[in-house]
């Protein structure tokens, strides 16, 4: 009998027949996901800051979740401390081992780029993502990384004194509110903080007109506005109290200090103490003199997502990032940890700003969504801590801060031209 007959002798075609084991193959094996359809487990590292407890169990579902969608696909996660978590990177990826997914700092992203270390992302739906954000993660004509969340700092300041500021400089509101004796002060410093000085004082100068660390050479951008603005920053600290930004936090929410520059976090922490009407966000808003005319002045920052790029398993990686910075799982991510941030997409935000009641969560969405990010550069660890240090020179009075500036700018001309 011919191999492909039946017993009544009718002929039958096999491919009918291997078109049915191909479809059954498939579903049994995820055919079509992406995954790995050899029966094999892909196994990729993907190591992380979210080390808090309430983080790491938010990205556990998540991780699960990725995990059911792709069967084939198991993420082994390690914590990292922020601390000492950019050692820990630079000497895995310096031995060879490095993970196959790493969460970054928008900081981070040149230096590990310049290394080679960082594979290049398609950029094919980038567009989602949030102008300041999308463009924190391209390092000379590439994309490197993806943004996950995105925060900024705002200018806030007890409703009291907002209520009241009306004909005020800000100077005005900042001296008016000190009062020392009474365990009061008018503005926050938290000058000894690295990577955080920054943060706090270029809002006020891009508030004031000037584009530092906006473009580059960054040297070129600390011009004479950068000057008025931190002497009118050195003038507020005159009536601040200098320490820990967590102490500052808590302080501020207590309404021990009148004026102050945080991020997103600092609303859960009034939301559980019942002070979240106390004080006022002000969108963005960094005044130097006239509150009523002051000007957007927020900075981007944000985590990142990117594949290293010794990584065997780029599709798995990328199916991981694309998940975890997909509008839904952002989002989902964002609102379970408040203080992570605001997901980075753009439809993202727009829901979450949506659902929000606070009106002070509405105006940090508000902030990020102006906010510019810095200019990524090979150079901005350096630079950024040489203005950190001409800065607080400026705030200890040791130095004028047109000093401080020209310091800056030629100590950082040194780094950008060497």
């Known amino acids: 009998m011919h191999p492909h007959r039946h017993r009544s002798g009718i002929a039958v075609s096999p491919a009918p027949i291997l078109l049915f084991l191909g479809i059954l193959v498939c579903i049994l094996t995820g055919c079509g996901d992406g995954d790995a359809s050899n029966g094999e487990r892909t196994v990729l590292r993907l190591w992380h800051f979210w080390s808090e407890p309430a983080q790491r169990a938010v990205l556990q579902q998540q991780i699960a979740d990725f995990q059911r969608k792709h069967p084939f696909v198991v993420v082994e996660l390690t914590e990292l401390q ?190 559980r103490t019942g002070r979240s009407a106390s004080f006022t966000v002000l969108d963005g808003i960094f005044p130097l ?49 408040p203080d992570a941030g605001v997901p980075a997409g753009r439809q993202a935000l727009d829901t979450m700003r949506e659902r929000l009641q606070d009106a002070n969560a509405i105006a940090f969405c508000d902030a990020v969504e102006q906010a510019p990010s810095i200019e990524q550069s090979v150079h901005f660890l350096d630079a950024e801590r040489i203005f950190e240090e001409e800065v607080m020179m400026a705030i200890y009075r040791k130095k004028t801060a047109r000093q401080a500036v020209a310091d800056a700018r030629d100590r950082i001309r040194s780094v950008e031209t060497r």
């Open 82 to 271: 922020w601390s000492d978590g950019k050692a820990k990177l630079q000497l895995a990826f310096n031995s060879g081992n490095p993970p196959d997914v790493v969460h970054i700092g928008m900081e981070w992203i040149p230096q590990f780029a310049a290394a080679g270390v960082l594979g290049r992302l398609s950029d094919d739906n980038a567009d989602r993502f949030l102008p300041g954000a999308r463009s924190g993660g391209i390092f000379g004509d590439s994309t490197v990384a993806l943004p996950w969340v995105v925060n900024t700092r705002a200018l806030m300041m007890q409703t009291t004194l907002h209520e009241a500021r009306s004909g005020k400089t800000m100077l005005d509101v900042i001296r008016a509110y000190h009062d020392p004796a009474r365990g009061r002060y008018g503005f926050g410093i938290a000058s000894n903080e690295p990577h955080n000085v920054m943060k706090r004082v270029l809002p006020f100068m891009i508030a004031g007109g000037s584009k530092a660390f906006l473009s580059r050479p960054y040297w070129s951008t600390l011009d004479d506005s950068a000057v008025v603005a931190l002497e009118r920053y050195v003038s507020f600290c005159d009536y601040g109290i200098n320490e820990s930004s967590r102490n500052l936090d808590e302080r501020f929410v207590r309404g021990d200090v009148g004026v102050w520059v945080s991020g997103a976090w600092i609303l859960a922490s009034a939301a």
């Open 289 to 337: 003199t006239d509150i009523a005319t002051a000007h957007h002045g927020s900075i981007l920052s944000g985590d990142y997502l990117a594949v290293s790029n010794a990584s065997v398993h780029r599709h798995e990686a990328m199916l991981l990032i694309d998940y975890l910075t997909s509008d839904n799982t952002a989002l989902a991510f964002c609102e379970a940890i």
